[in-house]
């Protein structure tokens, strides 16, 4: 590895582990691209070189020599695990690069941090993007779903550069400059958000077929497969049917069945949550899922409550309609994940003063990303309309979504409840929705008790101003303000 004819790329990959490689190799197929790697240990560079002649790499085991292969505006996307170790690996670009150079966070980075490092970076006269990359390896080998932030100067060098690599659906690349500083790893963390929603709606939909219809795995693959030909039609459900198929060579059961129940995460999905309850954005459907895994985890808390219960109840009997009917509340719990999802987009936006064209975060998301779907083009159409729906439920698809499955929906609620079975995403979903639709809440109730308590006042539904009520006093009303 030399570098003997330096600023010949026009684009570098720092961090060659799988992502990495994969998306120097994408890079690296496409016209117009020559392309510099660099990773710590060499040994990985030298596997890769050799692995891929075809890429034509220009491969540098010293980060000097990597700099000096770039062409100027030198252009580098750092493809590390986020964490400590990402500043690291900034600081030495940062320490070698120029004004107006770019550099790229391809991780999973929290995007506050996104926000302090492009902050410290422009002082600096650098150029920093976030860029959210979703659909793994495969995506990042094929062409993922690409969401960067950073400014627009920098998205005016890298976004035809990414333009190049990423997924294209109706000849549309799923790219976008979705907005500045850290508003890409915002809008990744939103879309991990709904991917945990729809994974454990997925997973509810799976659980009541088995337990309460009683179906095999091999006829719940079926099921999948042909939900994936209709309105559900995404990834998620595509490889639902896949896994479920997959059979152990071990045992020569369902690979499902030898899995442990226990769901990990690598904290996007609390992430979404904590950052959704800092705006007021209610993301119960996703918080559910984040729970849904923690509960999952906790071996011991579960053995300790079979221990306690004198029985289980039986699965309520359902008919040959089950199917459908799950089906039907999947989709109308999907509808609010993302209604919540895109709530938390809006509210992000406001909060940072990211100008995000929502339909648009719709459109990247149809092709490459994890949570790619059909029904993600009436989610942009939906917001391409004259004025902005104030939440997707009110749009008239989605309204008329909700309304063809809403008896079905609540069916598979109350039979989730009867039979013992926990569906904790459709029941906070349809809680969610009841509470929307209903005209008088419990909260008047809430403000009434804390008045009572904390003097914390209320409002009246018949004339402005704060009032409180003298609890401890007579009990008349005063008007604070
Ligand atoms: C993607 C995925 C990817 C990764 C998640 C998984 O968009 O390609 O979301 O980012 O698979 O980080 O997150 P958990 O490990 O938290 O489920």
Same mark, same amino acid.
Request: hydrophobic content about 30%.
């Given at each position: 590895m030399s570098n003997d004819t330096p600023q010949q790329a026009n684009i570098g990959v720092v961090g060659l582990a799988v992502m990495g490689a994969n998306l120097a190799r994408n890079l690296a197929g496409r016209e117009g691209n020559t392309v510099a790697v660099f990773n710590r240990s060499p040994e990985r560079t030298r596997t890769l070189l050799d692995e891929h002649p075809e890429a034509g790499f220009v491969a540098s085991e010293e980060l000097d020599a990597f700099v000096a292969s770039l062409r100027k505006p030198r252009t580098a996307i750092i493809m590390v695990q986020a964490g400590k170790g990402t500043d690291a690996v900034i600081e030495q670009l940062a320490e070698r690069f120029e004004e107006g150079d770019i550099i790229v966070d391809g991780g999973n980075a929290n995007f506050q941090d996104t926000r302090r490092r492009e902050k410290d970076l422009r002082d600096r006269g650098l150029n920093f993007v976030g860029a959210g990359i979703s659909g793994g390896e495969e995506g990042a080998l094929n062409g993922p779903s690409i969401m960067p932030g950073g400014s627009k100067e920098a998205y005016e060098t890298l976004g035809p550069i990414l333009e190049t690599i990423a997924a294209e659906v109706d000849g549309e690349p799923c790219v976008t400059h979705v907005g500045t500083d850290g508003a890409g790893h915002f809008v990744k963390m939103i879309h991990n958000g709904i991917e945990y929603a729809d994974m454990q709606l997925i997973g509810e939909s799976y659980d009541l077929l088995r337990r309460v219809a009683g179906h095999d795995v091999e006829a719940i693959a079926d099921v999948f497969a042909a939900w994936n030909?209709?309105? $559900?039609?995404?990834y998620l459900i595509e490889i639902t049917g896949e896994v479920l198929r997959q059979r152990d060579a071990a045992t020569g059961e369902p690979l499902i069945d030898v899995i442990q129940d226990h769901a990990g995460s690598k904290g996007t999905g609390v992430w979404t949550v904590q950052n959704a309850v800092g705006l007021g954005v209610p993301v119960g459907g996703i918080a559910e899922a984040v729970f849904a895994r923690a509960v999952s985890s906790k071996p011991e808390q579960r053995e300790a409550v079979r221990g306690v219960m004198r029985s289980r109840p039986d699965a309520a009997a359902v008919g040959e309609s089950f199917e459908d009917d799950v089906r039907a509340a999947l989709y109308a719990s999907k509808v609010v994940a993302y209604a919540q999802g895109f709530d938390a987009i809006i509210a992000g936006a406001e909060e940072y003063d990211w100008d995000i064209d929502h339909a648009q975060i719709a459109r990247i998301w149809r092709g490459g990303c994890i949570i790619r779907a059909k029904f993600l083009n009436r989610i942009a159409e939906a917001f391409e309309r004259d004025t902005r729906p104030v939440? $997707? $439920?009110?749009d008239p698809y989605f309204a008329k979504v909700i309304q063809d499955g809403e008896a079905a929906w609540r069916r598979v609620v109350v039979v989730a409840a009867q039979s013992g079975v926990p569906a904790p995403g459709f029941s906070s979903a349809l809680a969610y929705y009841d509470s929307l639709a209903s005209e008088r809440l419990p909260a008047a109730l809430t403000q009434g008790l804390r008045d009572f308590f904390g003097a914390h006042t209320y409002r009246r539904t018949d004339k402005d101003g704060t009032f409180h009520t003298l609890w401890s006093g007579d009990r008349t009303e005063v008007e604070m303000g």
């Open positions: 030909e209709g309105d $559900l039609q995404s939440t $997707l $439920l009110e």
